[in-house]
């Protein structure tokens, strides 16, 4: 009897101890959460300074109010994989976050043989910011105007057509192959080592289309450069709502660029809650509505758990048209 008395009073010192210790470690968690941030926050962004993740974050920087200041980091490479794979090894703390695009977090998982991280489990998704649609744009030599005179001259001319990209597995890239294969066209993909290198063929002839973010192929296309013929989102844009959108010919079609802040996984949801109110705040405000009007970007704002559900069809989707394109990156 005496034995088990004795056996019961260690295993309540060690329950207790237990319990002290989680409820230590979660008020430590919670007093972290209530002081977040207290030091310099790390937005990375995954591409290089200049384009659209890249404006984005540094509007977040310049506008958010959270006390402590917000460090753009620019880790471009490997399809932005270099920069999401920091993130993903990075503390769970709030002091760490990452720009993530379209490619970064739904399409370079079937795209890479050996991703360095997952793009879901590593991750605590934090809010959606914005979107932009893809342009169909030609060379002004290619006899077309419309999605449907398009099509009918792909039939009539498998294969003649190249479209370029900024390199593969880029939404540039996979809005052209989700394209081929809604229409049962047969195009030639030409991938280039930048935007800055396909742009100048595209307007000489050498290839004679691209699904190119709106942002840098609008001002092309209305200084006469290129003609756009349409836009790639289930809805026209706001910053050129003449241009119709393919859905209008291709019912389903839809193909959109988008941005999203993540977290590491593991980060305190206090401070998901924290950094989503932020976004929310910031891509709110009128002025900042405005420049992402000029930029052909639209503020797409969301929750965290909502940020996850679309994330999770996004990578459904692109996952189907990447294996079926047979695109691989190197």
Known sequence: MDSLLSRAAVLRRTALTLLAGTLALTLGVSASAQNYPNKPIRLVVTFPSGGAPDILARLFSEKAQLGQPVVVDNKPGA????????????????????????GTHSIN??????????????FSPVSLIASAPNL?????????????EFVAYL??????????????????HVSGELFKSMTGTQMTHVPYKGRQFAIPDLVGGSIQLMFDNMPSALPMAREGKIRAIAVTTAKRSSAAPEIPTIAESIPGF???????MFAPAGTPKPV?????AEVLRVF????????????GLEAVLSS???????????????????????????
């Open 272 to 276: 998901i809650d924290r950094l989503n």
């Open 304 to 330: 965290p758990e909502e940020l996850s559900a679309y994330q999770a069809s996004e990578i459904t989707k692109w996952t189907k048209v990447v294996k079926e394109s047979g695109a691989k990156a190197e």
């Open 79 to 102: 399809g932005g994989n270099i920069g999401a794979d920091f993130v993903a090894k990075s503390a769970g703390d709030g002091y760490t976050l990452v720009l993530g695009t379209v």
């Open 136 to 148: 169909l744009v030609v060379n002004n030599n290619v006899p077309v105007k419309t999605v449907p």
């Open 254 to 260: 839809e193909a959109t660029t988008w941005f999203a």
């Open 155 to 172: 039939k009539a001319n498998p294969n003649k057509l190249s479209f370029g990209s900024p390199g593969v597995g880029t939404s540039v």
């Open 109 to 122: 998982g079937s795209l890479y043989e050996k991703m360095p991280y997952d793009m879901v489990k590593n």
């Open 284 to 295: 709110r405000l009128p002025d900042v509505a405005e420049r992402l009007k000029t930029l």
